[in-house]
């Protein structure tokens, strides 16, 4: 297939040659064909390619998680709904209605790092010294397996009841071709999990200085249990499917179950506070288990260079989930709560650092993710932990409200002396001081409890209330998990990793496949694991969490944490669930399947990972119908599997026609 291998004899000798900047153009405007030969016969040679390969996932199609490509991870399920500013195509992959192969992302790229990396495995006797050669091809075995397992999970390959899905390519190629056809589904599935048991068996257990793949010992590229944490979750995706086999679901229960009992081996571990996993500092910490970085500069490692167009990073996933919180105003109105979100006077609220870019690609679709998935907001600390819900004024010019008689002056809000916006200006740091200043004092511009409150309640609020039968599409609690404190300018984007595989998931993976197997107390102590340590509380976290919603003091913490650990345990109802098959079909009961992806829900949400988990679980269609009132009419069986981009078939130009996906 012409399209897929005209750049491949170039990609990773310009990388070794230059510095790559994640632009793809840059990679192709000057071939260097020439040199190619000699790429692999070296150490140096073989670490840039999958140097480049890493390089290459921080781009903004599929294969990258930068950009905002990666809607199509979030968007047409239960958890979410397409924001306010989405544009076109999230609200066609969000509705399910219209998509073709045209209106796609786009997997080319994706396949030039395959042949990049079956170049390092036809090259890799080349490599002289035995320590850097295994090094090197099994993380080279990874990262094909990582990619052909994002792959296959989007596109599928051929089965008895599908005609279509991804090429194999398992051979390095130095010459186009331009004919191509899809693989067999087991044969896909068998690449991929030899390649991650290839991969564990020459990895390291931990993250070290001695390791090429880190910057100096700092970094989350694949260790064993990186690699065996992707092993156990193909197994548990095929077992889905027409290629499973029978040990599929008992090899994942096993393999996450071992990767548990040895964490301590691998470095891992849960930390008691569920907030403290999503903290800048632990992001190459015990909990996460594999990222794409983007605040490290470091050529042998990252082989990454800082953005300077647009943000101190280019991660954007930060920007994507948070409403624009400058609009609301704080004046009350007489029956706010009986209609849709209906605001007026001036904003207590102008663009500042803290608060971020808001982008408002996704929103939180409430019948679900509020409603039923974050609906316990006291015993369970992951809704605080997730969401910002209260905003300090930052405007020290807005007016007085009104309060509903229309009248009566709620009084002047006052602003956040944390920092101060220039005149007529939006906040930004100042030379030498903190980039992102957590606002401690001032008076709450915008609040969003999790109930309906009295119109005394809001003639008693200087600011703005919004309550959750307000929340759409441009109104929402935002996603503040992946904030920046080091960005320096309203506009940057973020320099923190995107964390791929968290330990939590083992734990999620290993529930999963014990109840695929039928052992409902396997599954429910895996699961009450995670629910437990969300229980847990600080004082620390009080402040990061709005005074209407639960919160411990030093005199609390110790009561309310043995009380909410005893209630975050699975009652007996929940653990009866349990006990029910996969329900695929079924819109009016509930089986142990909706209780273990709630919890995936809780644990993870805004990680690009939802559709995925759905369709695994074969509970695309019918989640969708329980609650996406956008998506459920439209969902069909065949959308598990997005149509195969016309780029592909249109680069097949001989030999048979390169076929479509069923359904479209």
């Avoid at 140097?51 to 199509?72: A, H, K, N, P, W």
């Avoid at 080279?140 to 090429?167: C, D, E, H, N």
């Avoid at 042998?300 to 994507?320: D, E, M, P, R, W």
């Avoid at 780029?647 to 359904?663: E, F, H, K, M, R």
Wanted: charged fraction near 15%; glycine fraction near 8%; hydrophobic fraction near 40%.
């Amino acid at each position: 297939m012409k399209i897929l291998n005209k750049y491949s004899l170039i990609i990773a000798a310009t990388a070794a040659l230059t510095t790559v900047t994640g632009c793809k153009k840059m990679l192709v405007e000057q071939p260097r064909s020439g040199l190619y030969p000699d790429y692999f016969t070296t150490a140096g040679g073989v670490q840039a390619a999958v140097t480049g390969v890493y390089q290459d996932l921080r781009g903004s199609g599929v294969g990258g998680f930068s950009g905002e490509g990666i809607v199509y991870a979030y968007d047409g399920t239960d958890e979410n709904i397409p924001g306010g500013s989405a544009g076109t195509n999230p609200a066609i992959y969000g509705s399910y209605k219209g998509i073709t192969s045209s209106n796609g992302p786009d997997i080319t790229g994706l396949y030039v790092d395959i042949n990049t990396l079956n170049g390092v495995f036809q090259n890799a006797s080349l490599i002289t010294d035995p320590t850097a050669r295994t090094q090197f091809v099994a993380q080279a075995k990874f990262l094909r397996g990582f990619i052909y397992f994002w792959l296959v999970q989007m596109y599928g390959g051929v089965t008895a009841t599908q005609k279509s899905g991804i090429p194999l390519h398992l051979t390095f190629n130095t010459q186009a071709t331009s004919a191509d056809e899809p693989a067999k589904l087991t044969d896909i599935y068998k690449t991929i999990i030899q390649d991650f048991t290839d991969a564990a068996a020459g990895l390291p257990n931990t993250i070290t200085s001695s390791n090429p793949f880190s910057a100096a010992g700092i970094g989350k590229s694949a260790t064993v249990a990186t690699a065996k944490a992707y092993l156990a979750k193909a197994y548990l995706t095929r077992g889905y499917t027409e290629a499973k086999e029978a040990t599929d679901f008992q090899q994942a229960a096993d393999i996450t179950a071992s990767i548990i009992t040895n964490k301590g081996t691998y470095g891992l571990d849960l930390w008691q506070d569920y907030y403290d996993a999503h903290k800048p500092a632990n992001d190459y910490g015990k909990e996460n288990m594999f990222a794409i970085d983007y605040g490290i500069s470091d050529p042998l490692y990252s082989n990454y260079t800082q953005q300077s167009s647009g943000g101190f990073g280019i991660n954007q996933l930060f920007v994507l989930a948070r409403f624009n919180y400058v609009g609301p105003g704080v004046d009350n109105v007489a029956g706010i709560d009986a209609v849709p979100q209906k605001m007026g006077g001036s904003a207590g609220m102008v663009r500042d650092v803290y608060n971020g870019r808001p982008y408002i690609r996704l929103a939180p679709n409430k019948p679900y993710t509020m409603d039923v998935a974050f609906a316990d907001q006291i015993h369970d600390t992951r809704y605080d932990a997730t969401f910002q819900t209260f905003w300090i004024c930052t405007n020290p010019n807005v007016t007085a409200g009104l309060k509903s008689d229309r009248v009566t002056s709620k009084g002047k809000l006052v602003a956040t002396t944390s920092s101060i916006p220039p005149a007529g200006g939006a906040l930004s740091a100042a030379p030498g001081q903190a980039a992102s200043i957590v606002p401690m004092d001032g008076d709450t511009a915008i609040l969003m409890p999790s109930a309906d409150v009295t119109m005394a309640r809001r003639d008693g609020f200087k600011g703005l209330i919004v309550t959750p039968k307000q929340f759409n599409s441009t109104i929402f609690p935002t996603v503040k998990k992946f904030d920046d404190p080091k960005r320096a300018g309203i506009l940057d984007f973020s320099s923190r990793p995107i964390v791929m595989m968290r330990f939590s998931e083992v734990y999620l993976m290993n529930a999963e496949a014990n109840y695929m197997l039928g052992n409902a107390a396997n599954a429910a102590a895996s699961l009450n694991v995670l629910r437990q340590r969300a229980a847990y509380r600080n004082t620390d976290d009080a402040a990061l969490t709005a005074k209407n919603q639960f919160y411990v003091t030093a005199a609390t913490m110790a009561t309310a944490n043995a009380t909410n650990a005893a209630a975050m345990l699975l009652t007996p109802a929940q653990t009866a669930l349990l006990a029910i098959p996969n329900n695929t079909t079924t819109t009016t009961t509930l089986c142990g399947m909706d209780l273990i992806l709630e919890e995936y829900t809780r644990e993870l949400y805004g990680d690009p990972r939802r559709w995925f988990d759905l369709v695994r679980t074969q509970q695309l269609v019918r989640r969708n119908q329980m609650y996406n009132t956008i998506s459920g009419p439209n969902v069909q069986a065949y959308h598990a599997r997005w149509p195969i981009p016309q780029t592909l078939i249109n680069a097949v130009l001989s030999g048979p026609a390169y076929p479509q996906n069923n359904g479209y």
